[in-house]
Protein backbone atom coordinates (compact mmCIF):
# COMPACT_ATOMS: atom_id res chain seq x y z
CA UNK A 1 0.00 0.00 0.00
CA UNK A 2 1.22 3.21 -1.05
CA UNK A 3 1.75 6.31 1.47
CA UNK A 4 0.50 8.97 -0.74
CA UNK A 5 -3.21 7.17 -0.52
CA UNK A 6 -3.72 8.19 3.01
CA UNK A 7 -1.44 10.82 3.80
CA UNK A 8 1.87 13.06 3.09
CA UNK A 9 4.25 11.21 5.89
CA UNK A 10 7.88 10.66 4.39
CA UNK A 11 7.96 7.18 5.23
CA UNK A 12 5.90 4.25 6.54
CA UNK A 13 9.22 3.00 8.26
CA UNK A 14 8.97 5.99 10.44
CA UNK A 15 5.31 4.84 11.86
CA UNK A 16 6.68 1.25 12.15
CA UNK A 17 9.57 2.54 14.28
CA UNK A 18 7.29 4.84 16.42
CA UNK A 19 4.37 2.61 16.87
CA UNK A 20 6.11 0.60 20.00
CA UNK A 21 6.24 4.30 21.59
CA UNK A 22 2.94 5.49 20.81
CA UNK A 23 1.00 4.87 23.83
CA UNK A 24 3.94 6.79 25.78
CA UNK A 25 3.73 9.29 23.85
CA UNK A 26 -0.09 9.67 24.32
CA UNK A 27 -0.30 8.39 28.03
CA UNK A 28 -2.09 11.49 28.87
CA UNK A 29 -4.71 11.56 26.31
CA UNK A 30 -7.63 10.93 27.85
CA UNK A 31 -9.07 8.06 25.45
CA UNK A 32 -11.48 7.03 28.58
CA UNK A 33 -13.15 10.85 28.95
CA UNK A 34 -13.72 10.67 24.66
CA UNK A 35 -14.86 7.43 24.57
CA UNK A 36 -17.46 8.11 27.49
CA UNK A 37 -18.35 11.17 25.15
CA UNK A 38 -18.81 8.76 22.13
CA UNK A 39 -20.94 6.62 24.03
CA UNK A 40 -23.48 9.62 24.87
CA UNK A 41 -23.79 11.03 21.35
CA UNK A 42 -24.61 7.75 20.40
CA UNK A 43 -27.27 6.81 23.43
CA UNK A 44 -28.81 10.43 22.95
CA UNK A 45 -28.93 9.55 18.86
CA UNK A 46 -31.14 6.45 19.82
CA UNK A 47 -28.32 3.94 18.76
CA UNK A 48 -28.29 0.62 21.20
CA UNK A 49 -25.92 -1.06 23.10
CA UNK A 50 -24.30 -3.82 21.18
CA UNK A 51 -25.02 -1.99 17.73
CA UNK A 52 -21.52 -2.33 14.87
CA UNK A 53 -19.26 0.19 15.51
CA UNK A 54 -16.28 0.81 13.04
CA UNK A 55 -13.43 2.89 14.00
CA UNK A 56 -11.54 4.33 11.35
CA UNK A 57 -7.80 4.65 11.88
CA UNK A 58 -8.04 2.72 14.43
CA UNK A 59 -4.17 3.16 15.50
CA UNK A 60 -3.55 0.75 18.88
CA UNK A 61 -6.85 0.54 19.85
CA UNK A 62 -7.04 2.91 22.49
CA UNK A 63 -10.95 4.50 22.05
CA UNK A 64 -12.35 0.80 21.25
CA UNK A 65 -10.31 -0.65 24.70
CA UNK A 66 -13.58 0.99 26.16
CA UNK A 67 -15.88 1.46 23.25
CA UNK A 68 -15.97 -2.62 23.30
CA UNK A 69 -18.06 -2.87 26.40
CA UNK A 70 -20.88 -1.21 24.77
CA UNK A 71 -20.70 -2.09 21.31
CA UNK A 72 -19.45 -4.68 18.92
CA UNK A 73 -16.10 -3.10 17.64
CA UNK A 74 -14.20 -3.73 14.62
CA UNK A 75 -11.06 -1.11 14.18
CA UNK A 76 -9.41 -0.18 10.41
CA UNK A 77 -5.71 0.82 10.28
CA UNK A 78 -3.68 0.66 7.58
CA UNK A 79 -0.56 1.04 9.89
CA UNK A 80 0.32 -2.83 10.63
CA UNK A 81 2.78 -2.00 13.65
CA UNK A 82 0.14 0.14 15.36
CA UNK A 83 -2.13 -3.19 14.42
CA UNK A 84 -0.28 -5.55 16.15
CA UNK A 85 -0.11 -3.57 19.28
CA UNK A 86 -3.96 -2.96 18.56
CA UNK A 87 -4.62 -7.15 18.79
CA UNK A 88 -2.31 -7.69 21.78
CA UNK A 89 -4.88 -4.83 23.63
CA UNK A 90 -7.90 -5.79 21.95
CA UNK A 91 -8.31 -10.28 21.78
CA UNK A 92 -11.44 -11.07 19.55
CA UNK A 93 -12.08 -7.30 17.89
CA UNK A 94 -12.04 -7.62 14.12
CA UNK A 95 -9.20 -5.50 12.78
CA UNK A 96 -8.56 -4.87 9.22
CA UNK A 97 -5.63 -3.55 7.71
CA UNK A 98 -6.15 -1.27 4.99
CA UNK A 99 -6.57 2.28 3.90
CA UNK A 100 -9.68 4.05 4.58
CA UNK A 101 -9.81 4.80 0.51
CA UNK A 102 -10.38 1.14 -0.25
CA UNK A 103 -13.59 -0.14 -0.35
CA UNK A 104 -14.69 -1.16 3.62
CA UNK A 105 -15.90 -4.67 4.17
CA UNK A 106 -19.52 -4.88 6.42
CA UNK A 107 -21.80 -2.65 7.03
CA UNK A 108 -22.57 -0.60 10.56
CA UNK A 109 -24.69 1.05 12.62
CA UNK A 110 -21.80 3.83 14.21
CA UNK A 111 -18.51 4.58 12.15
CA UNK A 112 -16.21 6.79 13.89
CA UNK A 113 -12.71 8.68 13.02
CA UNK A 114 -10.81 10.26 15.76
CA UNK A 115 -7.76 12.18 16.44
CA UNK A 116 -8.10 14.16 13.82
CA UNK A 117 -7.32 10.86 11.39
CA UNK A 118 -9.70 12.22 8.27
CA UNK A 119 -6.70 15.39 8.24
CA UNK A 120 -4.35 12.83 5.98
CA UNK A 121 -7.00 12.71 3.30
CA UNK A 122 -6.44 15.96 1.67
CA UNK A 123 -7.51 16.05 -2.04
CA UNK A 124 -10.97 16.56 -3.03
CA UNK A 125 -11.29 13.14 -4.70
CA UNK A 126 -9.50 11.13 -2.10
CA UNK A 127 -12.07 13.07 0.43
CA UNK A 128 -14.81 12.20 -2.16
CA UNK A 129 -13.73 8.18 -2.50
CA UNK A 130 -13.56 8.33 1.17
CA UNK A 131 -17.42 9.57 1.77
CA UNK A 132 -18.59 6.98 -0.84
CA UNK A 133 -16.89 4.24 0.96
CA UNK A 134 -18.15 5.37 4.95
CA UNK A 135 -21.74 5.43 2.84
CA UNK A 136 -21.67 2.46 1.47
CA UNK A 137 -20.79 1.11 5.30
CA UNK A 138 -22.88 2.88 7.19
CA UNK A 139 -26.48 1.39 7.70
CA UNK A 140 -29.66 3.14 7.04
CA UNK A 141 -29.94 5.19 10.21
CA UNK A 142 -26.51 4.77 11.22
CA UNK A 143 -24.34 7.37 12.62
CA UNK A 144 -20.61 9.08 11.52
CA UNK A 145 -18.88 10.64 14.16
CA UNK A 146 -15.11 12.53 12.60
CA UNK A 147 -12.76 14.36 15.18
CA UNK A 148 -11.69 17.38 12.67
CA UNK A 149 -8.60 18.99 12.41
CA UNK A 150 -8.26 22.55 13.41
CA UNK A 151 -9.84 25.44 11.75
CA UNK A 152 -6.97 27.51 9.93
CA UNK A 153 -8.25 30.39 12.11
CA UNK A 154 -7.51 28.06 15.30
CA UNK A 155 -4.21 26.55 14.45
CA UNK A 156 -0.60 28.65 15.58
CA UNK A 157 2.42 27.54 13.83
CA UNK A 158 5.41 27.32 16.23
CA UNK A 159 8.06 25.37 17.89
CA UNK A 160 7.47 23.21 20.47
CA UNK A 161 9.17 20.72 22.90
CA UNK A 162 8.15 17.91 25.41
CA UNK A 163 10.27 15.90 27.64
CA UNK A 164 8.43 12.01 28.18
CA UNK A 165 9.81 10.23 31.16
CA UNK A 166 8.24 6.75 30.75
CA UNK A 167 10.54 4.75 33.50
CA UNK A 168 14.07 4.43 34.75
CA UNK A 169 15.69 3.12 30.95
CA UNK A 170 13.61 4.94 28.59
CA UNK A 171 12.51 8.90 27.88
CA UNK A 172 11.54 10.56 24.74
CA UNK A 173 12.29 14.36 23.87
CA UNK A 174 10.05 15.43 21.35
CA UNK A 175 10.46 18.56 19.65
CA UNK A 176 7.91 19.75 16.78
CA UNK A 177 7.42 22.57 14.55
CA UNK A 178 4.67 23.23 12.53
CA UNK A 179 4.03 25.67 9.93
CA UNK A 180 1.06 26.84 7.95
CA UNK A 181 1.46 25.74 3.54
CA UNK A 182 -1.53 27.44 1.59
CA UNK A 183 -4.66 25.46 3.39
CA UNK A 184 -2.43 22.51 5.04
CA UNK A 185 -0.67 22.58 8.31
CA UNK A 186 2.83 21.03 8.22
CA UNK A 187 3.60 19.48 11.46
CA UNK A 188 7.49 18.35 11.74
CA UNK A 189 8.67 16.27 14.22
CA UNK A 190 11.99 15.09 16.01
CA UNK A 191 12.37 12.40 18.39
CA UNK A 192 15.00 11.35 20.63
CA UNK A 193 14.61 8.44 22.38
CA UNK A 194 16.73 7.45 25.49
CA UNK A 195 16.82 3.94 25.94
CA UNK A 196 18.86 1.90 28.03
CA UNK A 197 21.82 4.51 27.81
CA UNK A 198 21.39 4.13 23.75
CA UNK A 199 19.76 7.12 22.17
CA UNK A 200 17.81 6.80 18.46
CA UNK A 201 16.93 9.58 16.83
CA UNK A 202 13.64 9.65 14.30
CA UNK A 203 12.23 12.21 12.02
CA UNK A 204 8.71 12.30 11.71
CA UNK A 205 6.38 14.72 9.33
CA UNK A 206 2.65 15.29 8.35
CA UNK A 207 0.61 17.49 6.32
CA UNK A 208 -2.70 17.87 7.31
Known sequence: M?????????S?????????YYDDIYAEKDYKGEAEALIKLISDAGIKERSKLL???CGTGNHLKYLKEKYICNGLDKNIEMLKIAEK?????GLMHQDMLKRIEGRYDIIISMFSS?????????FRTVACNI?????????????????SG?????VYQR??????DLSILRLMKSSIEGICSILEYHYLINESGKIHYIKDEHSM
Not at 2 to 10: D, F, I, L
Not at 12 to 20: D, I, M, S, V
Not at 163 to 168: A, D, G, L, T
Open 2 to 10: ESKEYGNMK
Open 12 to 20: EQLYKLLAK
Open 55 to 57: DLA
Open 89 to 93: KLPGI
Open 118 to 126: IAYVQSYSA
Open 135 to 151: SDALKPGGMLIIQPWFE
Open 154 to 158: AFEPG
Open 163 to 168: NIEIRS
